[in-house]
């Protein structure tokens, strides 16, 4: 079942930043319910907000899912300084990799993920839950892959602790697909 995951994970993971509106999710293309996970930090875990102080970034959390072809569902291409949380993982400071995917850009304005490769190791990731509690998350790594080399297993994969994996689009932009041909993953870990 591991495996189904991982596979349909790395579907997710290749159209992350597709410059285009998301499609309505539909459950049916959802992976099979896991256990839930364990609460590291007690309290509501949904996730309300972020907060990136080292890059001056910001933005509420929108729950997001995945389209109907098996691919993630983004924010709205044309609110590029929107956040979204993956609904179908751990919450805010359960036990996992809370994943959060946001815009690099749009053909208008920076994205709230704009800056995210200037973050550093050591630099600390805030999340609001939905109880008013607060998170502090501190960033491990930054790493630029190839969309078509993502490395699922290191972001979806299993983890003892609560961790975070921030994602959004990175190197060169090909204009013919209207994507670009790269990811940019933050790892960090829960302070």
């Known amino acids: 079942m591991r495996t189904a995951i ?10 992350v930043a597709v410059a285009a509106d ?15 996970p364990a609460a590291a930090v007690p309290g509501d875990p949904r996730p309300r907000a972020i907060d990136l102080p080292s890059i001056d970034a910001e933005s509420s959390l929108i729950p997001l899912g995945l389209n109907p072809d ?20 751990p919450g805010a400071g359960e036990v996992g990799p809370f994943v959060v995917l946001g815009h690099v850009d749009s053909y208008r304005e920076a994205g709230v993920f704009y800056r995210l490769r200037d973050l550093r190791p050591g630099d ?3 999340v609001e839950r939905a109880d008013g509690s607060r998170v502090t998350y501190v960033v491990d790594r930054v ?13 979806y994969g299993d983890v003892a602790r609560p961790e975070i994996r921030l994602i959004t ?22 302070r």
Not at 6 to 15: F, G, R
Not at 23 to 34: F, H, I, L, Y
Not at 73 to 82: A, H, K, M, N
Not at 144 to 151: G, I, L, N, Q, T
């Open 6 to 15: 991982l596979v349909l994970w790395s579907a997710v993971l290749l159209a």
């Open 22 to 36: 998301p499609q309505p999710v539909d459950a049916r293309s959802a992976p099979p319910p896991v256990a839930a």
């Open 70 to 89: 098996g691919t993630a569902e983004v924010p709205p291409i044309d609110r590029p300084r929107q956040a979204g949380w993956f609904r179908l993982g």
């Open 124 to 126: 600390p990731v805030e």
């Open 143 to 155: 790493q630029m892959v190839p969309k078509d080399r993502f490395p699922t297993e290191a972001v």
């Open 169 to 190: 689009c990175g190197g060169a932009f090909d204009e013919s697909r209207r994507s670009y041909e790269d990811n940019l993953i933050v790892y960090g870990h829960l």
